[in-house]
Nanobody, 126 residues
Framework: VQLQASGGGLVQAGGSLRLSCVVS????????VAWFRQAPGKEREFVAA????????FYADSVKGRFTISRDNPKNTVYLQMNSLKPEDTAVYYC????????????????????WGQGTQVTVSS
């Protein structure tokens, strides 16, 4: 399974970006998908996820109401729409997937996802 993330860039505070992650190999429609991020000097943190077979979306409190995760199964792609961006959103953003359903208690843990993309840089200026 390979993941290719794109869509990062430099944006002013209050602006928007949409990240994309194309997944090849495996059966994407049967995967749980997620986005994580890592800011300089900080640990990687959970951003958003969709569990396979679950209609719910999971978000970190820091992005709830501003970010939206979605997936397009025919295109093998997961998206992260980011609105009302803040300087504290600056980080490298990583997409991750796992075959089948991630256990609910683990959905926000990076260890729950077996495959990772290379990351895309998002920089928000004040």
């Amino acid at each position: 399974v390979q993941l290719q993330a794109s869509g990062g860039g430099l944006v002013q505070a209050g602006g928007s970006l949409r990240l994309s992650c194309v997944v090849s190999g495996g059966t994407f429609s049967s995967m749980s998908v997620a986005w994580f991020r890592q800011a300089p000097g900080k640990e990687r943190e959970f951003v958003a996820a969709i569990r396979w077979g679950d209609t719910n979306r999971f978000y970190a409190d820091s992005v709830k109401g501003r970010f939206t995760i979605s997936r397009d199964n025919p295109k093998n792609t997961v998206y992260l729409q980011m609105n009302s961006l803040k300087p504290e959103d600056t980080a490298v953003y990583y997409c991750a997937v796992h075959h089948n359903r991630v256990i609910l208690s683990q959905v926000r843990r990076d260890a729950a996802y077996a495959y990772w993309g290379q990351g895309t840089q998002v920089t928000v200026s004040s």
